[in-house]
T-cell receptor, first 112, second 114 residues
Framework: SQTIHQWPATLVQPVGSPLSLECTVE??????LYWYRQAAGRGLQLLFY??????ISSEVPQNLSASRPQDRQFILSSKKLLLSDSGFYLC???????????FGDGTRLSIL | DQQVKQNSPSLSVQEGRISILNCDYT??????FLWYKKYPAEGPTFLIS?????DKNEDGRFTVFLNKSAKHLSLHIVPSQPGDSAVYFC?????????????FGKGTKLTVNP
């Protein structure tokens, strides 16, 4: 069966520090991969999606970037975090053609 | 511009009764609709979905209804149980460029009282 792992579960970082969040999927090949953010009191907002290695699409302009160095690995990064980057970050995967996206357990990021 | 709206931030029902969660959308190009359930500090868990070519899908206690002309969908939970207490997100899918993008509502917090 397929599983998705995200780490760390929680992270506290100072403003201006770099960020790297990692997500890996097991049990499937060539999944679509997604990064979402849920800010306090808001729904989930799609940040990036990827349909293959090295293929990244950005949905909103922001201080973050994403990379997909391997088929089942998706990384969310920032060179310098802002206070507004605080939130709950979720990675998700799907196979194509009307199959649901499945989410990891998320990373709670707090910027101080 | 919010394309998927859940106008009720919270809902409280008694155990054993029906819970009805509502969702409205604006984009007629959405081709697939999903409901997710989320507990605090966890990722959303897929609950049930419906294709845009159907008007009803049932899975045990959960039924999703789609009214395309009204751009409205709803999730019915019958009978409601205390373990159903969670935040429920409605999501609409847009298929573009070989991938599926989900647009989420802000969620409705359901509380089922024993």
């Amino acid at each position: 069966s397929q599983t998705i792992h995200q780490w760390p579960a929680t992270l506290v970082q100072p403003v201006g520090s770099p960020l790297s969040l990692e997500c890996t999927v097991e049990g499937t090949s060539n999944p679509n991969l997604y990064w979402y953010r849920q800010a306090a009191g808001r729904g989930l907002q799609l940040l990036f999606y990827s349909v293959g290695i090295g293929q990244i699409s950005s949905e909103v302009p922001q201080n973050l970037s994403a990379s997909r160095p391997q088929d089942r690995q998706f990384i969310l990064s920032s060179k310098k975090l802002l206070l507004s980057d605080s939130g709950f970050y979720l990675c998700a995967w799907s196979v194509q053609w009307n199959q649901p996206q499945h989410f990891g357990d998320g990373t709670r990021l707090s910027i101080l | 511009d919010q394309q998927v709206k859940q106008n009720s931030p919270s809902l409280s029902v008694q155990e054993g009764r029906i819970s009805i969660l509502n969702c409205d959308y604006t984009n007629s190009m959405f081709d697939y609709f999903l409901w997710y359930k989320k507990y605090p500090a966890e990722g959303p868990t897929f609950l049930i979905s419906i294709s845009s070519i159907k008007d009803k899908n049932e899975d045990g206690r959960f039924t999703v209804f789609l009214n395309k002309s009204a751009k409205h969908l709803s999730l019915h939970i019958v009978p409601s149980q205390p373990g159903d207490s969670a935040v429920y997100f409605c999501a609409a899918q847009l298929t573009q460029g070989g991938s599926e993008k989900l647009v989420f509502g802000k969620g409705t917090k359901l509380t089922v009282n024993p």
